[in-house]
């Protein structure tokens, strides 16, 4: 039995829900950020999520050294979280990406973007290299923020 090719198997994934995210952490006056689109509930009990992020970006030593991350929700089409946080983007850029945009913490001192309608809040409960592209990350969600559109 044959199996599918890879157009198909990129078809078949591309009906799986994807929202975007800018995944942030900060530590030791550091702060970063990075679009990812691949968010997921992981476990009711305690509260998990999952994370699949891009190798090789400045966010994964904040993260391992921080324990922390926060998941801010965006409008795809918001043109300033592309250009601050897009995969595309020098991840080594000097500078502060936030220094533009009003942020504050919430639990675990991770930058949150005010203008995200979601945010959730996590400490790292796990890491998985993946041997892949991405990494995976588990975080437990300790603080979360939902804007309401009324």
């Known amino acids: 039995m044959d199996g599918p090719n890879d157009a198909e198997l990129k078809r078949a994934l591309a009906h799986l829900p994807t929202t975007t995210y800018v995944l942030t ?9 990075v679009l990812v689109e691949w968010v997921a509930p992981a476990a009711s009990e305690p509260l998990l999520v999952s994370v699949s992020v891009l190798k090789g970006h400045s966010i994964e030593p904040l993260i391992r050294d921080s324990h922390a991350f926060a998941l801010c929700r965006v409008d795809p089409e918001d043109r300033l979280i592309a250009k601050k946080f897009g995969v ?5 850029e000097r500078g502060d990406p936030f220094d533009s945009m009003h ?9 949150v973007i005010d203008r995200s309608a979601v945010v959730l809040d996590c400490e790292v409960v796990r890491h998985f290299d993946l041997e892949a592209d991405h990494e995976l990350y588990i975080g437990q969600v300790v603080a979360a923020r939902v804007e309401d559109a009324d």
């Not at 595309?88 to 080594?92: F, G, K, V």
């Open 25 to 33: 952490s900060a530590y030791d006056g550091e702060r970063a950020g």
């Open 88 to 92: 595309r983007c020098a991840p080594d």
């Open 103 to 111: 942020v504050r913490t919430l639990a675990t001192g991770s930058p």
